[in-house]
């Protein structure tokens, strides 16, 4: 293990879209030897969230003094007051760990982390069919009020528009489909390293 050379992934998507299923079932591929990065983010937890699984829970105060410090690699008011990031101390957990660090971060922040790991990083963008059915998902979920979704849809589709930036779309048309083209993804570039 010597020679090992840690990767990155990214998933991004508008939320509803099913990004979330996708990661959890590649995360649960153990031959794909891949942790997740655990985001720091303001607000609060939904449902059964669990802080240091799901996200590291932070004050705003102290998200803003963690960004005046420079201990993220990216960061992004996803919505208002709302702060979501990946710390630089996550990346170098994981790869500490000999083992590929998966994200679910949204579209900005997975072009950022692209951008400063351009060879190591395959960005994948999950398409989901439509900005109907994601309204439908949302309201599915049952976890948000109207306001927070409707915020949600706004971002969407200003979101779709920049899935050719990225190296990957899988079109999540289909759940099963979607898994095994991920799968597919992930091990290609294990293997081959390179995203084009
Ligand atoms: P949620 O509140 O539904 O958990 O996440 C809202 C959005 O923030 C999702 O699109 C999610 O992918 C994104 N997000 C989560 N963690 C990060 C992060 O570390 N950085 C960025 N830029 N976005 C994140």
Do not use: C
Request: aromatic share 10%.
């Amino acid at each position: 293990m010597g020679d090992f050379q840690g990767k990155l992934f990214v998933f991004s998507a508008p939320s509803g879209s099913g990004k979330t299923t996708i990661v959890r079932h590649l995360l649960q591929q153990e031959r794909l030897n891949l942790s997740f990065s655990i985001s720091a983010t303001s607000r609060a937890p939904r449902g059964e969230e669990k802080d240091g699984i799901d996200y590291y829970f932070i004050s705003l105060k102290e998200f803003k003094s963690k960004i005046k410090n420079e201990e993220f690699l990216e960061w992004e008011e996803v919505y208002r007051d709302n702060f979501y990031g990946t710390l630089k101390t996550e990346v170098e957990r994981i790869w500490s760990q000999k083992k590929h660090v998966i994200f679910d971060i949204d579209v900005a922040g997975g072009l950022r982390i692209k951008k400063k790991f351009p060879n190591q990083t395959l960005a994948v963008f999950v398409k989901p069919p439509s900005v109907d059915e994601l309204k439908i998902r949302l309201k599915k979920r049952k976890t948000e009020s109207e306001e927070k979704i409707n915020m949600r849809i706004a971002k969407a589709s200003v979101e779709l528009a920049t899935a050719p930036q990225f190296d990957k779309i899988i079109k999540n048309y289909d759940l099963e489909t979607a898994l095994a083209e991920a799968e597919e993804l992930v091990k290609n570039f294990i293997h081959s390293g390179n995203s084009s």
